[in-house]
């Protein structure tokens, strides 16, 4: 069975610093990778996906990933956060054989502070 | 493209009551449904899996007699859940399945008085 772990519950961040999010997972087969953004009171955005080829995956807004096989992680970076990236960011795994089925880290709120 | 809608966005209901909740999938047809339940401050867990034209696969310790899923079409899923009460008050998410990713909608929050 798989599982997936966000090392950090809260990560306060000043604004314009970098930021990671950490995710780690274990799975005994291949899998697809994914981070989601809420909102309060909101549904979850995809931010940014693995499913195959380039390790690094990057997203519309200055997010960017790193697909590590060796290590079984999938950390969220951005290199300078803004007020509005505040928000419970999301890490999810897929098995390939799971049927689109996902399971998600426990969340992680990053708070960005001026 | 991919747009999932719930509804309604906010329901509040007395004790033992039954609310419905829809899921729709607006811009493209699903097989595959997954109903959530978020609680304050947690993550989403999985309660049941909704398939089109069968029945839903529940997870474990979820009771599949107080929350009733039909998946009628391949655009429409709902969740009725049945004689409510002030446990079962939550954000509820569902998302619909397109290829490899799940589009999940905006939530519905229930409150149970």
């Known amino acids: 069975a798989q599982s997936v772990t966000q090392l950090d519950s809260q990560v306060p961040v000043f604004e314009e610093a970098p930021v990671e999010l950490r995710c780690n997972y274990s799975?005994?087969?291949?899998?697809?990778l994914f981070w989601y953004v809420q909102y309060p009171n909101q549904g979850l955005q995809l931010l940014l996906k693995?499913?195959?080829?380039?390790?690094l995956v990057e997203s519309i807004n200055g997010f960017e990933a790193e697909f590590n096989k060796s290590q079984t992680s999938f950390h969220l970076r951005k290199p300078s956060v803004h007020i509005s990236d505040t928000a419970e960011y999301f890490c999810a795994v897929s098995e390939n054989n799971a049927g689109n089925m996902l399971t998600f880290g426990g969340g992680t709120r990053l708070m960005v502070k001026p | 493209g991919a747009v999932v809608s719930q509804h309604p966005s906010r329901v509040i209901c007395k004790s033992g009551t039954s609310v419905k909740i829809e899921c729709r999938s607006l811009d493209f047809q699903a097989t595959t449904m997954f109903w959530y339940r978020q609680f304050p401050k947690q993550s989403l867990m999985l309660m049941a899996t909704s398939n089109e034209g069968s029945k839903a696969t529940y997870e474990q310790g979820v009771e599949k007699d107080k929350f009733l899923i039909n998946h009628a079409s391949l655009t429409l899923s709902t969740l009725t859940v049945t004689s409510a009460h002030p446990e079962d008050s939550s954000f509820y998410i569902c998302?619909?399945?397109?290829?490899?990713?799940?589009?999940f909608g905006p939530g519905t929050r229930l409150t149970v008085t």
């Open positions: 799975s005994s087969v291949s899998v697809y």
């Open positions: 998302s619909a399945v397109q290829g490899y990713e799940q589009y």
């Open positions: 693995y499913l195959s080829g380039s390790t």
